[in-house]
């Protein structure tokens, strides 16, 4: 119903319902495993169950109800039947918390005697058949195990209480046997022998029977036969009729029936809302099991029933807790850190009763892409190592790590090095991805040896796709010619327009180009003598001057003065020209500094003429003592996030930037103090939002500071041996920040002022 579908897989549910119009609930007492599992419970309890006193309250009216409004749900595609489904509950209740209980006991103990000289090789072939016929080569964990085991402990505990109390008040699929039991062909009946001994009262698991022993309770009598069984006096039998003397009804009240639908309508679609979805405009990085269907559709068909996580062979699949809201809880999902996805198993796709996850050939399930890679720099061991390289040429230290290529199972390897070798033929490796193969499995994360957050993270990819890229003509494609000199084209050009398509090749590195007027980025790899590889990506904006914040956020290294701007790192160079921001990367071989530099030159060269056209806001800035190369232009605080202005981190938006203001930040050094100052100027598009910005700034300011000097419209604060200075002048907020000295925070905002 919630999937709006007909699954053919749910044959068996069909004949189990055919089957109780005849014979009532006999699944309940007969087949249930919830039902079995908690008769067990309750015969432990037997002895505080006669020394209560029975007062809680017995409510079968509330399965009823809770029916009610779970079928209600369901027309919003909400599907949380899974959460009360007596199959799911037993099925995960096993799986998560008591199957790996199980075996951590099993290997414990066998592990001990495995030990003992004489009998040990005994007792290792009788744990090696039960690590087969239990499926566990190790012991599983699964995170939030001990939520789902408190719910079950609650639920036996009633046990002590009455027996079945779960049968008796809340299953919503008892509560459809009870409703067609009616039609039922076997009806308990009392003759007239019946002494009242209250035998089958007391011996009725579900409390269906009348304190006088006769009469039945409709729909709750689960033919299990025990009052037959016991009854002194053979007075009570099954027939199709039942007089209405015996037949005691549950009174379901219609107001409490409206009020269960008119709730259902109103509380369904508030389950659905989901705020960390809505936070990241529509992007969850959970990773779904390999064949899982489109999340909207996955949610409605997942019944939660954690089949997939008891298969999972490298224990990588966990239920989602509250990452992508309720509607998602108890949902399958990937943790690479804890298990990777095996690249030769299909064992979870086998195993889905719904068809939430699709059934999988190997050779499909090789080309499915579960998510992409990330490898964040900042922690990888050889990006964080190697950028000390003038240090390290003094006292070298090798940074070179490998295990994430080392695992990759893609056979092309989704991972590589671009390797650079120093005038001392010293060898430096730093990894990157080829999101173009990479399928997400998680492998690298897992044995990623950065302690805590892993240096390299997988982000899931929803709808999940095929290794197969669509192109989009692109006027970028005309620059990545065949061949450019000796190096020739690996592949035809791979374009990625618009936003949908970025977070494709660069998940969870979109945003700060989306912030400029991002259009499209097409890619190509090229190879030349001795194999080196190379990638050129060309990002297209709709402004030149949003070409050159792109460029400006990303380079690095001096300028070497090809097409409106360059920047040459090592053996890295990045360009502008015009409304192109190109960046030229090494990927295999020893690829050297010249070589990307007679390459930037050959594309800027396919490029027509554009005169630089550099954003106006960048006039403002004084020329002298300024670091041209430090120079950021940007829109908005994403930008200025990873920016250093401040020992502070300012978490709120005080600077009031968005898509309709320019800004820039630049670095000065002084001639006479060594260290150096950040001046940024703020464009905004009315006076009053700059009046707000400055009164925003002046404020936290005041907070952070020691003290405050005013001059006119200059405010200076000290911090710490630091000055920073304010000035509004119209609709433009000028800031100096980390400055050594009072001076020269007040000097270069004078400058500014004149110039403005």
């Not at 709730?263 to 679609?269: E, F, G, I, K, N």
């Not at 100052?677 to 598009?685: D, E, N, R, V, W």
Request: glycine share 6%; with cysteine.
């Amino acid at each position: 119903m919630a999937a709006k579908t007909f699954i053919l897989k749910y044959w068996p549910a069909i004949i189990v319902l055919f089957f109780s119009v005849p014979f009532g609930r006999f699944f309940c007492a007969w087949i249930c495993p919830l039902g079995t599992t908690i008769d067990i419970t309750d015969y432990l309890f037997s002895s505080f169950r006669k020394k209560s006193q029975k007062n809680i309250y017995d409510g079968r009216k509330i399965k009823y109800y809770l029916l009610a409004f779970l079928l209600i749900s369901l027309l919003f595609s909400y599907q949380c039947i899974g959460w009360f489904d007596p199959l799911s509950i037993a099925t995960n209740v096993y799986t998560v918390s008591i199957h790996p209980y199980s075996i951590q006991i099993i290997d414990y103990f066998f592990s001990y005697f495995g030990d003992i000289p004489f009998i040990g090789h005994f007792f290792a072939l009788i744990h090696k058949f039960f690590q087969n016929i239990l499926f566990a080569y190790h012991a599983p964990f699964f995170r939030a195990h001990g939520i789902l085991f408190f719910i079950f402990v609650l639920l036996i505990t009633f046990g002590m209480v009455f027996r079945r109390f779960w049968c008796r008040n809340i299953c919503p699929m008892g509560a459809i046997f009870a409703l067609v039991s009616d039609w039922s062909l076997f009806k308990r009946t009392v003759s007239s022998s019946c002494t009242s001994c209250g035998l089958c009262v007391e011996n009725c698991g579900m409390g269906a029977i009348g304190s006088d022993g006769k009469s039945t309770k409709e729909g709750e009598c689960i033919l299990c036969m025990t009052c037959q069984k016991v009854c002194p006096e053979n007075s009570v039998t099954f027939r199709r009729k039942q007089s209405i003397e015996h037949r005691s009804t549950v009174d379901l009240s219609k107001r409490v029936f409206l009020l269960t639908g008119l709730t259902s309508a109103a509380v369904a679609p508030l389950i659905k809302l989901n705020y960390i979805k809505n936070t990241n405009k529509g992007n969850i990085s959970l990773i779904r099991p390999p064949g899982a269907v489109d999340e909207k559709e996955f949610l409605a068909l997942c019944i939660r029933c954690g089949e997939c996580m008891k298969v999972c062979k490298t224990n990588g699949l966990h239920p989602a807790v509250l990452e992508a809201g309720i509607e998602s809880l108890w949902t399958p999902r990937l943790i690479p850190r804890i298990g990777y996805c095996d690249y030769g198993c299909v064992l979870c796709t086998r195993v889905c009763p719904s068809g939430a996850i699709k059934r999988l050939s190997l050779e499909e399930k090789r080309e499915i892409v579960l998510g992409k890679a990330r490898i964040d720099h900042n922690r990888c061991i050889p990006w964080v190592g190697y950028v000390r390289l003038p240090e390290l040429e003094k006292e070298w230290q090798d940074f070179n790590c490998g295990v994430c290529e080392e695992v990759c199972p893609v056979p092309t390897k989704a991972i590589h090095f671009n390797t650079y070798v120093d005038a001392q033929h010293r060898e430096i490796r730093r990894p990157f991805v080829r999101e173009d193969i990479c399928i997400g499995c998680g492998f690298c994360e897992k044995v990623c040896p950065v302690l805590g957050i892993p240096a390299i993270v997988v982000e899931g990819i929803q709808p999940q796709t095929k290794i197969i890229h669509h192109l989009k003509s692109s006027s970028a494609n005309n620059f990545l010619t065949e061949t450019i000199g000796e190096w020739k084209r690996v592949s035809v050009p791979v374009t990625y327009e618009g936003k949908e398509k970025l977070y494709e090749y660069i998940d969870g590195g979109a945003e700060p180009y989306l912030s400029y007027s991002f259009l499209r980025v097409s890619q190509a790899e090229y190879i030349g003598e001795a194999n080196k590889k190379i990638l050129i990506d060309i990002w297209e904006f709709g402004s030149p001057e949003d070409a050159f914040g792109a460029f400006s956020k990303d380079r690095a290294g001096r300028d070497i003065q090809i097409g409106n701007g360059s920047a040459l790192f090592d053996n890295y160079l990045y360009l502008w020209n015009d409304i192109y921001f190109i960046r030229i990367e090494p990927r295999e071989g020893n690829v050297l500094p010249e070589e990307v530099t007679y390459l930037g030159r050959s594309v800027i060269n396919t490029m027509p003429y554009k005169k630089v056209s550099l954003p106006t806001i960048l006039d403002y800035f004084p020329q002298q003592y300024l670091i041209s190369e430090s120079l950021k232009f940007f829109h908005k605080k994403i930008i200025l996030d990873n920016l250093y202005i401040s020992d502070n981190f300012i978490e709120e938006n005080i600077f009031h930037l968005s898509e309709k203001t320019d800004a820039a930040l630049a670095e000065y050094k002084s001639s006479i103090h060594e260290g150096a100052l950040k001046l940024m100027i703020i464009q905004y598009s009315d006076d009053d939002t700059a009046r707000m910005a400055f009164d925003d700034v002046i404020k936290l300011w005041q907070v952070w500071s020691e003290r405050e000097f005013t001059s006119g419209i200059l405010h200076t604060f000290e911090d710490t041996s630091k000055y920073s200075s304010c000035l509004l002048k119209r609709n433009i907020l000028c800031m100096t920040f980390l400055s050594p000295n009072k001076n020269d925070a007040e000097l270069l905002l004078k400058l500014v002022s004149e110039k403005l």
